[in-house]
């Protein structure tokens, strides 16, 4: 068999076998997203790749809705340290989702999930689901990290919005610190979990909205919670967290 034909039946094989990444919603360790390359959730509603904001040349990782016209971003990780150039790489290392600068830098981390290092983190794996959120689970499938536990300026159905009392994390909204540049800002939306919980809307340390406590249909002090017949709201508290 010529050279020629061993190319051609090779990229056949290829295409029957390992269909087109550009669909694949699932990141393994022996994969990588590079920039100009996307993840895409199985339904198609979501987008997890690199992007720039209209006036920076400044790349981020982000997720963002497949099937808006206008890029609609509702996650950024790398908030306060985007790549420079396009030689960013998200990848699984030791278990952990990384973004790494691979231009001059040597593959600098830029961020990382910062979770435990799995006895199996060969076998981690991160997924983007049709809520938009971005799932990591270790060797034996457990979740070990997940963005909806991390959100940035957007609030999207089925996030939480509280606190969580046994490890003290805290689901809060931030503000873009401006629109070219999604580090955090002065507002943020969160929790008070003292006396009567209610949220608070914030510039920097300062009050400026309250909702007032939840009282089974809507936050009192949000009359528009209860105005739209397409949203559904639950408000939940126990002994591991509210919300």
Known sequence: MRKDEMFLYLCLIALIFFPSCNSVDTLTPIQSVR??????????????????LANSKN??????YNQIPNQTIVWTANRE?????????????GGNLVLLDGGHNNNI???????????????SSATLTDSGNLVLKDGQQRTSWESFDYPTNTYL????????????????????????????GEFSLSLDPRGVPQYFLKMGSERIWRSGPWNDQRLIGAPLMSGYSEFSWSYVTNDDEIY
């Open 109 to 123: 981390t830029l961020w990382s999930t910062n979770v435990s290092s799995s006895t199996m983190a060969n076998n």
């Open 35 to 52: 920039d100009g390359e996307t993840l895409i959730s199985a339904g198609e509603k979501f987008v997890l790749g690199f992007f720039s």
């Open 81 to 93: 340290n985007p790549v420079h150039n396009s030689s960013g790489i998200l990848t699984i290392k």
């Open 59 to 64: 790349r981020y990782v982000g997720i963002w």
């Open 157 to 184: 159905p089925r996030m939480k919005l509280g606190f969580k009392k046994r490890t003290g994390l805290n689901w809060i909204l931030t503000s873009w610190n401006s629109a070219d540049d999604p580090a955090p």
